[in-house]
């Protein structure tokens, strides 16, 4: 049985092409995984907000709901788009969720796993802003804040990461970011690193030392995903054509 690994889906809209392959890919695994993976960023927005925070957000959540109930496990690392998830995802679907990188053993590896935002020790703004929005206080905040001010909170932050990410794009070199943070790793007994966060997509080994590094690119216009199978992690891409297939 695979283990899949999904990331930075950004769902904000059911009647999205990204949203409606999501879904489709949900149901195409069904029966043929032991476990998915989601490494954050699922959501565009979901923070602290106890409940349901966005009826949107139904159609994957049942979704996740069927893969649950037929003994697929779950796990979530949460994003910095979507954290503090609540009893949804802890009760409801029984996942494990982790706030930040983990080590887990799959198929006989020894893999880092981990949305991603934390692996650039040069981005200090973001580093505090992180802290802020995960310090005791402010999760008080939030799980008290009105819907509607939620709501507005939501736009703000949405419109600020576009412009954020895009800067970021032009800034950082991604590729060498995820490599240097990997060559950290390398020699402390783990055989590889899955993450997100950074929406480039590639899948290589970290020169001759064995250890497999496996960026996942995104569900809004790559549709990429990793597959760990037979102890080997591979990358994916989902054909959009198999929506009117």
């Not at 960026?215 to 994916?236: A, V």
Request: glycine share 8%; hydrophobic share 40%.
């Amino acid at each position: 049985m695979r283990t899949i690994f999904i990331a930075d889906a950004h769902l904000a809209h059911p009647e999205d092409l990204n949203y409606r392959l999501l879904l489709a890919f949900l149901e195409q695994i069904r029966g043929t995984v032991s476990e998915l993976c989601i490494l954050g960023d699922l959501f565009d927005f979901w923070v602290g907000l106890p409940g349901m925070p966005l009826p949107d957000y139904q159609p994957v959540i049942e979704a996740l709901e069927k893969l649950a109930a037929e003994g697929v496990r779950l796990t979530y690392f949460e994003g910095n788009h979507d954290f503090q998830l609540g009893p949804v995802f802890r009760k409801r679907l029984k996942a494990d969720v982790f706030e930040g990188p983990a080590i887990r053993d799959i198929q006989g590896k020894r893999l880092l796993i981990c949305h991603g935002d934390q692996l650039n020790p040069h981005d200090q703004g973001y580093i505090r802003l992180r802290k802020i929005l995960r310090s005791p206080p402010v999760r008080l905040l939030i799980r008290i804040c009105p819907a509607p001010l939620a709501m507005f909170i939501k736009e703000h932050l949405q419109k600020r990461s576009r412009r954020g990410y895009r800067s970021h794009q032009a800034r950082w070199d991604r590729r060498s970011i995820i490599r240097d943070f990997a060559r950290q790793q390398a020699n402390s007994g783990i055989d590889g690193m899955v993450c997100g966060h950074f929406h480039l997509p590639f899948h290589e080994q970290l020169d001759d030392q064995g250890f497999t590094i496996l960026s996942l690119g995104d569900w809004i216009s790559q549709f990429s995903y990793g597959e760990m199978s037979g102890g080997r992690l591979k990358l994916h891409t989902f054909n959009p054509d198999r929506l009117n297939s």
